[in-house]
C-alpha cells in the first residue's frame, strides 16, 4: 500500500520542474528578494495609475497614449508572469518547483508578451512619424479604428510566437535533472535539460527571434529617419524640441528593452551563461516594467499635468466629504 504512494508521488514529481530562483547563491538574498518586491510593487502601481490616468483623462484620449496604455498592460502582465511566483516560494520557504503545465503556460505568456510588446514599440515609432512628418492627416490616418486594428495586429502577432515555440518546447524530451537554472521557465534554460539534440529547434527559434526584431527594428529606422529630416527641416525650434521630447522617451525604451531582447535572443551560445541569463531576464522582466511609466510620465508634461490634475480632484472631493460629515 506505501508503495503504490510512493510510486505514485514519484511519478507526479517526475514531471514537475525545479527552479533554482534568482538570487539563492549569493549572502544578501533576502535584501535582493526585498529589492525585488519593492520594485514588483512600483511596476505595478505606475503601470496601473497610467493606464488609469489614460483612462479618465480625455487630453490623454490620442493615439500615442493609447498605445502607452497597451504598454503598460503588457507590462502589467508580464511582470505578473514571472515575479509573484519567485517571490512567493522565497516566503513560503518551500521546494521552487512548477507543475509540466504551468511551465508550458508560464513560457506560452512571457512569449505572447514579449512579442506583442516587440510589434507594439514598432507601432508606436510609426504614431510618431504620422504625428511629426504628416500632422495635418494625423487624425485621419491614425484614427480610433486603427487605432485598435494596429493593437490588435500587436497582440496577434505576439501570440503567433507564443503558439510556435510552446508547443514545439514542451514536447522536446527531458530526462535526467529538472533543475531549471533561471527564476521562471525562459525557453534557453529549460532547452539545457533536454536530453535530444535541439539544434534544429534552436536554429527554428533564432530565425524566429531575428524575424520579431528586424519587423519592428526596420519600422522603427525608417520612422525616425524619416523624423529627424523632417525636425531638420523645421524652422520653429519650439517644434524641434517639441519633436524630440515626444520621442526621446519612446527612444529610451526602446534601447532598453531590445538590448535586453538581442542578448537573449540573438546573441550565439558562447555569449551566453546562466549567471548573465539570469541577470539579463531579470533586468526586462522587472526593472523594464518599473522603468516603462516613470520614462513616460516624468519626462512628460502632459500625463504629469493629468496627474496633478486627478489628484487636485481627489483631494477637493474628500475636503467635501470630511465637511459634510
Request: proline share 4%.
Amino acid at each position: 500500500m506505501y508503495s503504490g504512494n510512493q510510486t505514485s508521488e514519484n511519478q507526479t514529481s517526475s514531471n514537475n520542474f525545479i527552479l533554482t530562483g534568482l538570487f539563492d547563491q549569493t549572502k544578501h538574498a533576502v535584501f535582493l528578494y526585498s529589492l525585488t518586491f519593492i520594485l514588483f510593487l512600483m511596476a505595478l502601481t505606475g503601470n496601473a495609475l497610467l493606464i488609469l490616468l489614460i483612462h479618465r483623462e480625455p487630453r490623454l484620449h490620442t493615439p500615442m497614449y493609447f498605445f502607452i496604455s497597451q504598454l503598460s498592460l503588457i507590462d502589467l502582465l508580464y511582470i505578473c508572469v514571472t515575479v509573484p511566483k519567485m517571490l512567493m516560494d522565497q516566503i513560503t520557504g518551500e521546494k521552487k518547483t512548477i507543475s509540466f503545465v504551468a511551465c508550458g503556460i508560464q513560457i506560452f505568456l512571457y512569449l505572447t508578451m514579449i512579442g506583442s510588446e516587440f510589434f507594439l514599440l514598432g507601432l508606436m515609432a510609426y504614431d510618431r512619424y504620422v504625428a511629426v512628418c504628416n500632422p495635418l492627416r494625423y487624425p485621419v490616418l491614425m484614427n480610433r479604428k486603427v487605432c485598435l486594428l494596429l493593437a490588435a495586429g500587436a497582440w496577434f502577432g505576439g501570440s503567433l510566437d507564443g503558439f510556435l515555440l510552446t508547443p514545439i518546447t514542451m514536447n522536446v524530451p527531458y530526462c535526467g535533472s529538472r533543475s531549471i537554472n533561471h527564476f521562471f521557465c525562459e525557453i534557453p534554460a529549460v532547452l539545457r535539460l533536454a536530453c535530444a539534440d535541439t539544434s534544429l529547434y534552436e536554429t527554428l527559434m533564432y530565425i524566429c527571434c531575428v524575424l520579431m526584431l528586424l519587423i519592428p527594428i526596420s519600422i522603427i529606422s525608417t520612422s525616425y529617419s524619416l523624423i529627424l529630416l523632417t525636425v531638420h527641416r523645421m524652422r520653429s525650434a519650439e517644434g524641434r524640441k517639441k519633436a524630440f521630447t515626444t520621442c526621446s522617451s519612446h527612444l529610451t525604451v526602446v534601447s532598453i528593452f531590445y538590448g535586453a531582447a538581442f542578448y537573449t535572443y540573438v546573441l550565439p551560445q558562447s555569449f551566453h551563461t546562466p549567471e548573465k541569463d539570469k541577470v539579463v531576464s531579470a533586468f526586462y522582466t522587472i526593472v523594464t516594467p518599473m522603468l516603462n511609466p516613470l520614462i513616460y510620465s516624468l519626462r512628460n508634461k502632459d500625463v504629469m499635468g493629468a496627474f496633478k490634475k486627478v489628484f487636485a480632484r481627489c483631494s477637493s472631493a474628500q475636503k467635501v466629504a470630511t465637511n459634510d460629515s
